[in-house]
């Protein structure tokens, strides 16, 4: 029998991987992109369903057939609690047999401000009666490397992570892990704590940066305060400069480090390496 798996926010940077890691795993007909304004999925290969997390009907008609679906979490920062029990109710009445959610890293014991949508999530998972997984991602190392070439022509790197330890991994290696989810069994029921293999810290981060750049690019410490006044001074909307200091305030307390290698142990394979990451974004 056909599974059709469905990606919600899948014309995303995120979602888009995963149609992608999907097409190499099942057939285009199995897979059904998920998204608000569908022709920005034109390019991606599958079936593109509308998808708007305020229309209950829209999505409950869009849902028909879904055998599996992947709810990534919403990028409306204060909106996403709604929204996503939108999706999940959407996926009990389409009768959708099991789901996976984009959840936080260890966010039972994070002090992270994204912690209450994502456990209000999980929670409304559970409350659900739905088969799912738990995919708690740890930070994307692209949050670091989708700015280094500006980074590296201002030649210094800021923030208020002190020395906190980041377990990182790429988009790509999440996607991936998504993918695998879907498309094996045996997943339901189970959480997954995922992180890169290589921890570091911004002194190690920017001490790689400068030896790639061929260039003494410093980390420079700020407190969090002031790393939100310099983000906002840089051009950054205050609620986002202030989100991105205090995220680093909790890189700080230990929140986005993890040796627990789940998602290599998933994957079958190393994570992608910090050095790899940081020289693809430069090339």
């Known amino acids: 029998m056909k599974m059709k798996i469905a990606v919600t926010g899948a014309t995303g940077k995120l979602g888009r991987l995963v149609i992608e890691k999907l097409k190499e795993r099942t057939a285009e007909a199995n897979i059904v992109a998920l998204a608000r304004t569908p022709q920005k999925g034109k390019d991606l290969g599958v079936e593109v369903r509308p998808f708007d997390y305020g229309n209950l009907a829209q999505m409950t008609e869009s849902l028909a057939g879904v055998d599996k679906l992947l709810l990534i979490s919403g990028s409306e920062l204060g909106q996403?609690?709604?929204?996503?029990?939108?999706?999940?109710?959407?996926?009990?009445?389409?009768?959708?047999?099991?789901?996976?959610?984009?959840?936080?890293?260890?966010?039972?014991?994070?002090?992270?401000?994204?912690?209450?949508?994502?456990l209000g999530t999980e929670k409304a998972l559970a409350e659900s009666g739905i088969p799912?997984?738990?995919?708690?991602?740890?930070?994307?190392?692209?949050?670091?490397?989708?700015?280094?070439?500006?980074?590296?022509?201002?030649?210094?790197?800021?923030?208020?992570?002190?020395?906190?330890?980041?377990?990182?991994?790429?988009?790509?290696?999440?996607?991936?892990?998504?993918?695998?989810?879907?498309?094996?069994?045996?997943?339901?029921?189970?959480?997954?704590?995922?992180?890169?293999?290589?921890?570091?810290?911004m002194t190690d981060y920017a001490l790689e940066v400068s030896r790639q750049a061929q260039k003494a690019i410093p980390y420079v410490n700020l407190p969090e305060a002031e790393y939100a006044k310099a983000l906002q001074e840089a051009g950054m909307p205050a609620p986002i400069a202030g989100f991105l200091?205090?995220?680093?305030?909790?890189?700080?307390?230990?929140?986005?480090?993890?040796?627990?290698?789940q998602l290599s142990l998933l994957l079958g394979r190393h994570t992608t390496p910090l050095s790899r990451s940081i020289a693809a974004s430069i090339a």
């Open 80 to 118: 996403r609690l709604v929204q996503h029990a939108n999706v999940i109710n959407a996926a009990k009445n389409a009768g959708v047999k099991a789901m996976a959610y984009t959840s936080l890293l260890h966010v039972d014991k994070s002090s992270s401000s994204l912690v209450p949508e994502h």
């Open 132 to 201: 799912h997984t738990l995919l708690r991602n740890g930070w994307y190392t692209e949050n670091y490397t989708d700015t280094l070439k500006d980074v590296i022509a201002k030649g210094t790197i800021y923030g208020s992570a002190g020395e906190g330890k980041i377990s990182s991994a790429s988009r790509e290696d999440y996607a991936e892990a998504a993918a695998l989810v879907l498309t094996t069994e045996g997943h339901e029921g189970k959480t997954y704590e995922l992180a890169g293999d290589q921890a570091f810290t």
């Open 245 to 261: 200091a205090s995220s680093d305030v909790s890189t700080e307390k230990g929140d986005l480090f993890d040796d627990g290698h």
